[in-house]
């Protein structure tokens, strides 16, 4: 069977601390859009293979499945094919959205013997933005992000611009100084603008820092920003977005620059 896995976008990311097991406190409000990887699903032996050829031992989605084999306690018997569209390293959750996606679908090939708190478990453990993933659509995340409140799905149309770089999610935690951090957040006032299309509250303090250590995140965002929009940089980087449609001076500008540009939806799973 052919599946459909989801990019996100995170309309707006906020640091709030460093938690004692090493991670950041995180509020993010995640956003499913329509940017997909197909996933191939069939009977056979357990393997999990990529088009861009990561290699099966560190792809979250076999971590995943060897997870959940401990839950069932038997073995599973599918062939995963994953054809990459979504850019890796840009900040819109790809390989976490695989995991939730196949484990949600083994998981109904398979009569649904986990809960969802058990693919919840499963998927936190392999990564923080999966669990989001098992939900779609709009949501807040709190906690690392794994702490998934589902809001009124947005209809939003969604530029996105990818320069051509790979952020390292853990080295962009990595350099958060205090700096970084936000004391206190209105999260319901957030929220409540949001909902009501006041989207100038959104910021991502996360990707000020990735600006910082990658010039090509900063390069695109100036740019944007230069032609009056408001842009936000998704995740850790490097992906660079803003709400709305794409202009020919963006377009024009993104060819010239030789960076990719995707004019995406919000998904909501219908």
Not at 43 to 69: C, D, F, H
Not at 147 to 160: G, R, S
Not at 207 to 221: D, R, S, T
């Amino acid at each position: 069977m052919r599946v459909l896995s989801p990019a996100k976008v995170n309309l707006g990311l906020w640091l709030l601390g460093r938690r004692a097991d090493g991670y950041h406190e995180i509020f993010t409000i995640y956003q499913a859009v329509s940017l997909f990887d197909e996933i191939f699903i069939k009977e056979g032996p357990l393997k999990v293979e990529t088009s861009s050829l990561i290699p099966q031992e560190k792809n979250l989605v076999y971590k995943a499945l060897r997870l959940m084999e401990k839950y069932l306690g038997r073995d599973i018997d599918f062939s995963i094919y994953i054809k990459k569209n979504i850019p890796e390293g840009a900040g819109l959750g790809g390989g976490s959205s695989n995991c939730a996606t196949v484990l949600k679908v083994v998981n109904q090939l398979l009569g649904e013997p986990l809960s969802v708190e058990d693919l919840e478990n499963i998927a936190k453990e392999v990564s923080s933005d999966a669990v989001f993933f098992l939900y779609g659509g709009t949501a807040v995340g709190r906690g690392r992000g794994d702490v998934v409140e589902p809001i009124k799905h947005l209809d939003l149309k969604i530029t996105l611009v990818y320069p051509n770089v790979v952020a390292s999610t853990r080295r962009v935690y990595s350099a958060v100084r205090d700096a970084s951090l936000t004391d206190k957040i209105e999260d319901d006032k957030i929220i409540s603008c949001l909902l009501e299309g006041k989207f100038e509250v959104l910021e991502n303090t996360l990707g000020q820092v990735a600006m910082e250590l990658f010039p090509e995140i900063k390069e695109a965002y100036r740019f944007l920003e230069y032609l009056g929009y408001r842009p936000v940089v998704s995740g850790s980087g490097s992906c660079v977005f803003y709400i709305g449609e794409a202009s020919e001076q963006v377009k024009k500008g993104a060819a010239l620059r030789g960076w990719r540009l995707y004019e995406v939806k919000s998904y909501n799973g219908v």
